[in-house]
């Protein structure tokens, strides 16, 4: 199962590659990541999604809390959660394509953030899945680039991680 | 108030720390440190002829001590030759700090000359690791790596000090941090009461339990406490490999060690068990074999200060994350006034072990005759008597490895030092040395094999500058014994370089250092040559002893098997 995995990491040099050298060192998986710092400058915030039966999660969850450099982490997917990645893709857009790019962007409820007269560069925010499917809605006009963030998350409610 | 360069503010730190010895090698970018150990006479310096032999000899005197032990090296290959005694701490759980050299900030990431990203290469294999970045924060940074090294699960820490850190010409405030917080960082110090409590009802209801125990016990101190444990309930006890000597080896209920090359009712015990109580140990593939058939009809209770060690390989059905030693007092104090409640399936289990053990009586390998070259075995037999199984004991890998742990009795723990978890050929003589420096009183034998001595054997020359009489035991059958059985087992004896082809004359080796060697060549000539290798204390001695190459080590689990499933012998199996 997937699981999304926030965590609350001292903002020193070498933590991140701490953490990313364990996931490698212990033969878990990684499949997106995403750093940035928290309001609290002493502090960034870590989001990983990974794939792992309950017995590897509980392994990555228990080693990533044995490094002295992560102060707290919490399993997204064991509660009620919102998850979030932003993407910006380049699509050809030229002749007819170039109008049902445009409604495909409406309908997906995403942004064209940049335009030339042959490409359309599109911004757009959603879950997971919801990126995957635009990516293969736009497949058959033509994907010319792809960034996306990795995802993001935060749990629903009053629950809070923090120090 | 009071200035100190770096470098003294390292010195000055050490003494605080109450650190008696390091073990180190100069070099460029250490050199400031050097000058100000050279300006101190607290701190004593062992000046190794290798950096891989600084960690094995401040890894020794960890694990014969409790306390942590320190090396100082510097950058580039300095650091790099450190590198496998790190690995070594780290996978055995013992508390060191080994204080880097580094070139200079600024030079940092250009390639300098000696230049290694240490704390890269060591990151897997490290508890933590820390890079100075202000000469004024090395108090508080070294402070931080004691805490680190010794406390929770001790491990390795890793100090990378760039050489401007150090410089003589800039002094910062230097105060002795007598504590230290690190906020995300909080051993835990007592175990689930909830949980110890359903332990200790699952042991009263037990009707065939085993104790398995580990170096944790050795770690936490809680020997006396497991005895005392293991003593009121009658219960059946086998150690790790790590864990020899946690409970005294000569107590009937004892049952040796387990696992690959365990004892046969150790192994027994474990398979056939309905209750198995771990403590301080970590279900190593080297125990467990298949994990798939490890003891089927078994609850498990699992006592670790380490979250990440329960349930690894093998579920646990009673979690215990805590400190062995006040986890088993807590057992301890809950059974007071209980009994068992099938007070006659223990005495049937007993029946049974004791059948286990009847069967393998006399059988374990048979000694060698007058004239004849002699068993490994029967080498460490006799050490072992001559010493009265008081000896601190360190071992190198292979073999001889498993021949003392099998054939040397211990009654104490931290006397057993072996590299277990790494596995590390050439541990064994600067380990040695480093113990015997720190207890010069005590009798210190090194058994190892003329492969693994070749890996250090550069130390004689330390222990020549520092008049270290370690007793070295050179079980010499002219190949890499290890290797070769498995050759013999799974390769129809086609013995691909474990041959060695050509050996040292040892005597001539050890007397142009100024040492006494002895060699033995058959049976006969044993006794004395010990007598007079144990004579002096004070003395270093090498015994080269000629032992019957074709000998194998048994018991030895059958690959992807359960516990049970072990040659006993070139010709029986289970």
Known sequence: ????????????????????????????????LNVAPTEDPSLSRLTVTTEGDDRVIEQITKHLNKLIDVVKLVDLTEGHHIERELMLVKVKALGASRDEVKRTVDIFRAQIVDVTPSVYTVQITGDAGKLDAFVQAMAPI????????????????????SL | MELLSGADMIARFLQDEGVERIYGYPGGAALHIYDALFRQDKVKHILVRHEQAATHAADGYARASGKPGTVLVTSGPGATNAVTGIATAYMDSIPMVVLCGQVASHLIGEDAFQETDIVGVTRPIVKHSFAIKHPSEIP????????????????????????????????????????VKIRSYNPVTRGHSGQIKKAVDMMLKARRPVFYTGGGIVTSGASENLTALVKRLGFPITTTLMGIGSYPQTDEQSLGWLGMHGSYESNMAMHHADLIIAIGARFDDRVTNNTSKFCPTAKIVHVDID?????????????????????????????????????????????TI????????????????????????????????????????????????????????????????????????????????????????????????????????????TCKQFGTGVKIINLNNGTLGMVRQWQDLNYKSRHAHSYVES?????????????????????????????????????LVFLDIDVD???????????????RDMLLSKTERT
């Open chain 1, 1 to 32: 199962m997937r699981h999304i995995i926030s965590i609350l990491l001292e903002n020193e040099p070498g933590a991140l590659s701490r953490v990313v050298g364990l996931f490698s060192q212990r033969n878990f998986n990684i499949e997106t």
């Open chain 1, 142 to 161: 033509g994907i010319l680039e792809v960034g996306r963030t990795g995802v993001s998350g935060i749990s629903r409610g009053d629950k809070i991680l």
């Open chain 2, 140 to 179: 508080e940074v070294l402070k931080k790596a004691y805490y680190l090294a010794a406390t929770g699960r001790p491990g390795p820490v890793v100090v990378d000090i760039p050489k401007d850190m150090t410089a003589p010409t800039e002094r910062y405030e230097y105060v002795y941090p007598k504590k």
């Open chain 2, 307 to 351: 979250p990440s060690s329960i349930s690894k390989t093998v579920r646990a059905d009673v979690p215990i994350v805590g400190p062995a030693d006040s986890v088993i007092n807590e057992m301890i104090s809950l059974l007071q006034g209980r009994e068992m409640a099938n007070a006659e399936a223990l005495p049937e289990w007993w029946t």
């Open chain 2, 354 to 461: 004791d059948g286990w053990r009847a069967e393998r009586e006399g059988k374990l390998y048979e000694p060698s005759q007058p004239g004849e070259r002699l068993k490994p075995q029967e080498v460490i037999e006799a050490v072992y008597h001559i010493t009265r199984g008081e000896a601190f004991v360190t071992t190198d890998v292979g073999q001889h490895q498993m021949f003392a742990a099998q054939y040397y009795k211990f009654d104490k723990p931290n006397r057993w030092i072996t590299s277990g978890g790494l596995g590390t050929m050439g541990f064994g003589f600067p380990a040695a040395m480093g113990v015997k420096q720190n207890f010069p009183d005590d009798v210190v034998v090194c058994f190892t094999g003329e492969g693994s001595f070749q890996m250090m054997m550069q130390e004689l020359s």
């Open chain 2, 503 to 539: 050996l040292p004359d040892f005597q001539k080796l050890i007397e142009a250092y100024g040492f006494t060697a002895l060699k033995v060549e058959h049976h006969d000539e044993l006794d004395a040559a010990l007598e007079r290798t144990f004579a002096d204390n004070d003395e």
């Open chain 2, 549 to 563: 190459p074709r000998e194998h080590v048994y018991p030895m689990q059958v690959p992807l098997g359960a516990m």
